[in-house]
């Protein structure tokens, strides 16, 4: 992750004297309440979908807009606005100042005075590097690109009967305002999917390979070697079978490590859900939750990660967060409001989808930090097992501290080798403390996916999650 400060960019210029009365309309507000904050967010983009005869093209509407956030020391309250102008923000204020007021009439002041501190001075200009920056190219060659990805997946081998192509790409800026803060934040993303289809007649499967990251082009090359393996994988589960359900020895690879985080730890330690008494995490913090090589951290600072920031939509300056080190349940993601009421120290997880969405508590780059040993050390270690691959999806139960994870496939292993057995789809299911619990190796093979994470009315962030490959045990279905 790489900061604008030693040389400010033209967009970054661009955003201060597009902006530059922002901190006016602040100190305005604050001149009613005690505290508020002004974000405004800009985004735009393109996504492509090939497939053989067909090419689609969906341009990202761009969307701009500034949310005002202030407190009266008892809640707070925001308006939103498309308009982007000063005279339009300014008559936004005046209605957040309005809307404080009813409320104080409608609900007299009571409770704990909520004290936000609006951090130490910063004013400084952020930017992600891309070596390829996608806006370099034109709509044609990103195609190009992409097409030639599916071409060579298609080609891979005879039984391939269908490849597709999605990419994506976007540009997000960002403007946050308070009265210690002056935060310029550009952020560029690309993603690509390419999915093989194969067929022996009356069977069909797939398999597919993703590559996603903060920066440009760079990070989707995808070689003809992975792409052989995506088509050897989707021409093996030809012969997939059902698994016989179960409790099972497993190492889980990356992709599915980084769903077990993600729903694990990353959504349990939410803490607008301690505020609602909605996680079971708030009652366990400091006590044991797994093993002693469990450790889960938040990260929005990782270099090219996919939920890479640098500060949050609520002002605050990214930095990792360890949720479990060694075991032993340290803390959870906050947002601001959240941190406040609490009376916990803040961590840079108050994001939003939108301008016109709340902030909530939300993941960044989630994942286990890495052990000590090889991957095929796990792997050698299955004396009868699963290998657990190409993690699809997941759902969680923060207050029961249930989990259940989707995975494409699982490979069998009998005395530390594959017998050449796979079953397809499967699906892992457990007690996220004996799931964290019987965490017996973690390798050091560290690795992130890109991904996306909803929640409250569906909304939409992007995120990383992933590890190394991981031994537990659990129940297989």
């Not at 996919?306 to 949050?312: K, L, Q």
């Not at 803390?331 to 902030?359: C, H």
């Not at 991957?375 to 699809?392: F, N």
Request: net charge negative; proline share 5%.
């Amino acid at each position: 992750m790489a900061s604008g400060n030693g040389g400010q960019s033209v967009l970054a210029r661009d955003l201060r004297h597009r902006y530059a009365w922002l901190p006016d309309v602040v100190a305005d507000l604050e001149r009613e309440v005690p505290y508020a904050a002004a974000l405004a967010t800009s985004s735009s983009g393109v996504r492509l979908a090939l497939r053989d005869g067909e090419q689609s093209v969906a341009r990202r509407d761009p969307s701009e807009g500034i949310v005002l956030t202030a407190s009266d020391g008892h809640a707070l309250e925001e308006v939103a606005t498309g308009a982007t102008d000063e005279a339009s923000v300014r008559a936004a204020a005046r209605s957040l100042i309005g809307s404080l007021r009813d409320r104080r009439v409608r609900r007299p002041v009571a409770g704990t005075p909520l004290v936000i501190d609006p951090g130490t001075p910063m004013h400084a200009d952020f930017e992600t590097p891309a070596t390829i920056d996608p806006a370099s190219l034109t709509l044609a060659e990103k195609l190009s690109r992409t097409e030639s990805y599916r071409e060579r997946a298609r080609r891979a081998d005879p039984r391939v009967v269908q490849a597709l192509a999605r990419y994506s790409d976007g540009i997000e800026t960002k403007v946050f305002v308070n009265r210690a803060r002056f935060v310029t934040e550009v952020v560029r993303r690309a993603s690509l999917i390419v999915s093989v289809y194969v067929s022996d007649g009356p069977s069909r499967r797939y398999s597919w390979i993703s590559r996603g990251g903060t920066g440009g082009l760079e990070h989707l090359d995808v070689t003809d070697e992975a792409l052989a393996e995506v088509t050897a994988t989707a021409a093996a589960l030809l012969e997939a079978v059902p698994v016989d359900p179960g409790m099972y020895d497993v190492v889980v690879d990356q992709s599915v490590a980084g769903i077990l985080a993600h729903e694990a730890f990353g959504h349990g330690v939410e803490t607008d859900m301690f505020l609602k008494e909605r996680a079971r995490g708030a009652a366990y913090l400091g006590e044991r939750v797994g093993s002693d090589l469990v450790t889960i951290m938040d990260d929005p600072t990782v270099p090219g990660g996919y939920g890479t920031y640098f500060v949050d939509d609520e002002g605050h300056a990214s930095t990792p967060t360890c949720i479990i080190r060694d075991g032993v349940l340290q803390r959870g993601l906050t947002d601001l409001y959240s941190a406040t009421r609490l009376g916990i120290d803040r961590s840079a997880n108050g994001r939003r989808e939108s301008f016109e969405r709340k902030a909530y508590a939300r993941m960044s780059n989630t994942f286990f930090a890495p052990g000590s040993h090889a991957p095929d050390e796990l792997l050698g270690s299955l004396e009868d097992g699963l290998y657990i691959c190409q993690g699809s999806n997941g759902m969680e139960d923060p207050k029961g501290w249930g989990i259940q994870v989707g995975a494409h496939f699982a490979r069998e292993y009998r005395h530390g080798r594959p017998t050449g057995r796979l079953f397809s789809p499967v699906s892992l299911t457990g007690y996220v403390p004996d799931v964290l619990g019987a965490v017996s190796m973690v390798a050091n093979d560290l690795h992130l996916h890109p991904g996306g994470c909803g929640k409250g009315w569906k909304e939409y962030i992007t995120v990383g999650d992933g590890g190394p490959h991981v031994r537990t045990r659990l129940r297989v279905s």
